[in-house]
């Protein structure tokens, strides 16, 4: 049995370990940016933000950047599901065709999920 520490530095098990880790630390990369920058939009304790307009504002201006941004993003993801279950076809590639089904229906989660920010108003 193979550990992830037995695994050999030229083999594509150690390729793939080592591309998923970097795809990880760029996800929680990108996830901190995303927590530092809605956090300049926090308020202060006396209920006002930095500028002086009131704590409403300032969400209500992140709810409507993510109302605008999220549907488009999901649709970007959709076109890549759609190029991967495509070149799945042309490959007859049937992990290809799966993953290329799951990033449309991730997509169209991400889309939804953007479709639905006027609930939290």
Known sequence: MKTLFSREKGSME??????????????TALFLWIVMAFSSFATEPGGTTPGGSGGDDAWSEIIGFIQQWLPRLGGAIIVVGLAMFGLGWQR??????????????????????????????
């Open 14 to 27: 150690f390729k793939q370990t080592r591309l998923f880790r970097n795809a990880a630390s760029l996800w």
């Open 92 to 121: 007859d590639d049937a992990d290809g065709k799966t993953r290329g089904i799951q990033v449309i229906i991730g997509g169209a989660i991400v889309a939804a999920a953007g479709g639905m920010t006027h609930l939290m108003n």
